[in-house]
């Protein structure tokens, strides 16, 4: 696996006013001497604000003290210091009324709206500023440089970037004619795939790689031996700015990497999973030369009550589930009272050892399990429907919704090709045909709505099914005898498929067009007259395996007889290779390493709800004669393995709400 480094590195990011005078940095300093077990590093963000310009000679003098911060870090014994450079482009509109403005064309949006606080990255002018501010850093001798994740065209104050005259010129050199920004915006939304849009997503590609040569040759200029980092943001909620991380890790000359995402609270504690997982897509597409990836553990605005110390702890483990091997701890940023944040720093050291050794085993192995598609090409790709924006939000390429599978406890991979792969919607319809092939040929867990993609690509006899009809209403779905639905045959489940909005695709009946279609389950209405099958399993030409799913996919699968007919399934389609498999329904979510061969592994638990589980039965998939159970606070345990034929069995006792459980 790429980014395989064994070492454990936790880094601290310090806010301007905690190092711009003195008390408040011998405050810090003493902070960082009394946790210095979880302190491997420290990075100086170099201004207060998200508004990009400040003047240069503030900041000539500014990165003169920052020099000398950087020194008394270094007698104070901190292994690595550095600057992260908040700003290169600007992150969002913030405090323009007190800040200078900027000095050169500012970000112009699509509806022509025009920034406050970030800049076109097009302009000499923005270019010549940017090498002046990077020179001064580098001049300041960090061992390293972080630059932030305003390196985006998305969400700079303007939402979607950059259609001033620069951009609108540089994008009629690319196109071969002109365009009039209306007349751009205009052509996005015209029908079909690719074209104009593609173009486009590329320009933003190039945009950001010239950005990221510029940084790199003028910090290494200065001194070729400073490290460069750089931070990501994920391709959950859109990849308009191309998330090509091979092209500008390459330009950036960057050999740190640090994915990031939102989860900034203890509101929907679940969605620490969904920033593992995106997390682990990010680390998954940087080039092997990224070999230290930090996971951003971001807490703002720091404020003590929005997380528990349990979550920031956990959401770091998953991270490192999902192949991070470092956390850059995000709670030192603003001038916060260190009251707000102690508890959280408190928690990290009985994490250390837990961390470490997991690090160290599962280092180089892929993550395991069901992958759920999607591609740095999304938004390049995808098509556009008559009235539809191409701006505008597409559920129908929403690359997140299959994640509610990791909910019920089946393991979902952030690396390809894993167990199998899960397309869901329109997801499928930016990959080529030879992709979805390669794809097909594995196994595959697919809803109705991406059968018909599939079939109107010429691949529908490689499911085994078509789509019948669509129903939309009085429906529920019931398991048959067949073996795959074990003491669930017979069962009903009711999703209750109106009660969510548009019931599209939620009621769709299929119909087998080859020998050897398995039907789990059958649709009926609510007087259980039988519509046709909801639910099929067929192994495919290329000796693929399929299941496709036409009642209520993506919700409502939390019972106890579709978790086990999940379970069943997905077993049955990665030939039994799925890497961990709990026998009772008990809400213990799972990330799993493990080697190609099966030949070794390490499996991350944790439970999700708020009772405790007395005892879970966990299969393991790999090879497994002995395994060491790691637990926070407490001694590594060696744990009894019962062979089977896939791997081993064990059992866990006592597992507390949110505790962790670590197999290695
Ligand atoms: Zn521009």
Redesign the pocket.
């Known amino acids: 696996m790429k980014n395989a480094d064994k070492k454990l590195t936790l880094s601290w990011r310090i806010g301007l006013p905690q190092w711009e005078t003195d008390e408040p940095f011998e405050n810090l300093l003493a902070l960082l001497q009394e946790h210095k077990s979880v302190v491997d590093e420290v990075a100086m963000f170099e201004t207060i604000t998200h508004h990009l310009y400040i003047p240069l000679d503030i900041y000539t003098r500014r990165m003169e003290l920052a020099a000398k911060r950087l020194e008394a870090f270094r007698q104070a014994g901190i292994p690595s210091v550095g600057i992260n450079v908040l700003c290169t482009i600007g992150h969002v509109n913030e405090a323009w009324s007190c800040m200078p403005p900027l000095p050169c ?1 500012p ?2 949006g699509h509806d022509g709206s025009v920034s406050h606080s970030c800049a ?1 990255p ?1 302009t000499p002018e923005m270019r010549a500023y940017v090498r002046a501010k990077y020179e001064r850093v580098a001049r300041a001798r960090p061992d390293f440089i972080w630059v932030d994740d305003d390196i985006r065209m998305h969400c700079h104050g303007v939402m979607w ?2 259609f ?1 005259p ?2 609108l010129a540089l994008f009629a050199t690319r196109a071969g004619r002109s365009y009039t920004r209306e007349e751009l915006v205009q052509a996005f939304d015209v029908p079909g795939q690719g074209g104009v849009r593609e173009l486009w997503v590329e320009q933003n590609i190039a945009t950001i790689e010239s950005l990221m040569t510029e940084v790199r040759t003028t910090i290494h200029k200065v001194n070729a031996g400073i490290v460069i980092g750089k931070m990501t943001a994920g391709a959950g909620w859109t990849t308009y700015s191309g998330q090509a991380f091979d092209r500008w890790f390459t330009a950036l000359g960057a050999t740190k990497g640090r994915p990031g995402g939102g989860f900034y609270t203890d509101e929907r504690p679940l969605d620490m999973l969904d920033k593992a997982l995106e997390c682990g897509r990010q680390r998954a597409t940087l080039p092997p030369s990224v070999r230290d990836v930090q996971y951003e553990l971001e807490n703002f605005p720091y404020q003590r009550l929005k997380k528990s110390p349990a979550s920031v702890v956990n959401e770091c483990s998953l991270a490192l589930a999902h192949g991070l091997n470092g956390v850059a701890f995000n709670m030192l940023a603003i001038g916060t009272t260190f009251e707000d944040i102690l508890p959280w720093v408190k928690a990290i050291p009985a994490a250390r050892p837990v961390w470490e050794k997991w690090v160290a085993q599962a280092a180089g192995l892929p993550t395991a399990g069901l992958w759920p598609a999607w591609s740095a090409r999304m938004m390049a790709r995808r098509s556009v429907r008559t009235g539809e924006s191409w701006l505008g939000w597409s559920g129908r390429h929403n690359i997140n919704i299959p994640k509610v599978l990791g909910d019920i406890g089946l393991p979902l991979a952030s690396d390809t090709p894993a167990c199998g792969t899960v397309l869901c919607g329109h997801v499928a319809e930016v990959f080529s045909d030879d992709e979805l092939k390669a794809m097909l040929a594995r196994g595959v867990l697919m809803d109705s709505t991406a059968l018909e993609l599939l079939t109107e690509r010429g691949m529908g006899h490689l499911t085994g099914v078509r789509l019948a009809k669509r129903l939309d209403n009085g429906l529920w779905e019931r398991f048959t005898a067949d073996p795959m639905n074990g003491r669930a045959a017979g069962e009903i489940r009711d999703a209750r498929i109106e009660f969510w909005g548009d019931a599209k695709g939620m009621g769709d009946v299929l119909e087998p067009i080859a020998q050897g279609v398995r039907v789990l389950t059958n649709i009926e209405d609510y007087f259980a007259r039988p519509q046709g099958p909801g639910m099929t399993a067929f192994e495919n030409e290329l000796g693929g395996r399929v299941v496709v799913m036409g009642y209520a996919p993506w919700i409502f699968l939390h019972s106890v007889g579709k978790r086990l007919q999940l379970q069943n399934a997905s077993d049955w389609l990665s030939r039994d290779t799925m890497p961990v498999r709990v026998d009772e329904t008990v809400p213990l979510v799972a990330v799993a390493r493990v080697a190609a061969d099966c030949q070794r592994g390490a499996v991350m638990l944790l439970n999700v709800g708020f009772d405790p589980i007395p005892e879970a039965t966990v299969h393991l998939r790999f090879s497994c004669s002995q395994v060491r159970l790691l637990t926070i606070g407490r001694r590594a345990q060696v744990l009894p393995v019962e062979p089977e034929t896939t791997g081993g069995r064990i059992t866990l006792k006592d597992v507390e709400p949110w505790g962790l459980r670590v197999l290695v």
């Open positions: 064309q970000m112009v076109c097009n970037g950059c001033c620069t951009c």
